[in-house]
């Protein structure tokens, strides 16, 4: 993993001082949630030992980094880490990989570095920060999606409240989720507070599972009428039945995210 040294820190810098921009402001809010539940969740112990890494900083916006640094030049190669295509006939056990790496490798390549103890504190910041991202980005199902649509990047979606229209992809990123006023910390709490035995019991750290539990729903996310030229028309029912979906996974990658850091942080604690 190479370093961005001086980068990094201006960079976080600047987003703290710009706080959510328009067009992040839900995807963002959505990281932000994980890593606010993961929070509540985690041992005293993993949250020392996270506050070492990071400093003064809020984990919640350290792990909004790779979203916002894929374009530039040197990271690359870090926009192919944020999904996996795999086609419904496919099979997790034997399908073709990206040769760049995936959100399945990167989740799995970034738990090894943080359990290195070879790592700077610079490398351990951003793998800190990659990890939360990615564990909140493989919960969002359209980032586990077919090759044909892009994960839903080529489909066009429209529906009342959103009469210009927008990609189904960027529906399940970001627009399906409404916060209502609330903040992320609040609505952190708010579904905190909706959590069930079934979805403690869901707490485990398989990459896989994760990934597979995404596919698993598209059954769900393409079950609206196709109109022509690629063009969907999604009704108010199917934005509220989506709404419940992401804000269940939201939950389940906080709860997996807090499962994580402390197997790597406190595995003591754990036993
Ligand atoms: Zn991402």
């Not at 990167?106 to 103890?117: D, G, I, K, V």
């Not at 070879?118 to 910041?125: F, P, V």
Request: positive net charge.
């Amino acid at each position: 993993m190479k370093k961005i040294g001086r980068l990094f820190f201006p960079l976080i810098s600047l987003w703290l001082l710009l706080g959510s921009s328009t067009c992040y402001a839900f995807g963002a809010d959505g990281h932000r949630i994980v890593v606010l539940i993961a929070q509540e969740h985690m041992s005293a112990k993993t949250k020392k030992a996270i506050d070492r890494i990071i400093d003064n900083d809020e984990l919640s916006e350290l792990s909004l980094w790779p979203d916002r640094i894929r374009y530039i030049p040197k990271w690359q190669q870090s926009k192919y880490w944020h999904y996996v295509s795999i086609d419904d006939g496919e099979q997790f056990t034997d399908f073709k990989r990206h040769s760049d790496g995936d959100v399945l490798s990167a989740l799995e390549y970034f738990y090894a570095q943080l359990h290195n103890p070879e790592l700077s504190k610079q490398q351990r910041r951003e793998a800190l920060s990659f990890f939360s991202h990615f564990v909140a980005d493989i919960h969002q199902p359209l980032h586990v999606g077919r090759r044909a649509d892009r994960g839903g990047n080529t489909i066009r979606v429209k529906w009342p409240d959103h009469p210009r229209g927008a990609n189904l992809h960027q529906l399940w990123d970001s627009l399906i989720l409404n916060t209502e006023n609330k903040t992320p910390r609040q609505y952190s709490r708010h579904l905190n507070q909706t959590r069930t035995r079934q979805q403690e019991a869901g707490r485990q750290t398989d990459f896989l599972v994760w990934a597979r539990e995404s596919k698993a729903l598209r059954h769900h996310i393409y079950d609206f009428p196709q109109t022509r030229y690629n063009r969907a028309i999604v009704s108010a029912s199917y934005i509220e039945r989506s709404k419940a979906i992401i804000e269940k996974r939201l939950l389940l990658a906080g709860l997996r995210l807090a499962e994580c850091l402390d197997q790597i942080f406190d595995p003591e604690g754990r036993m």
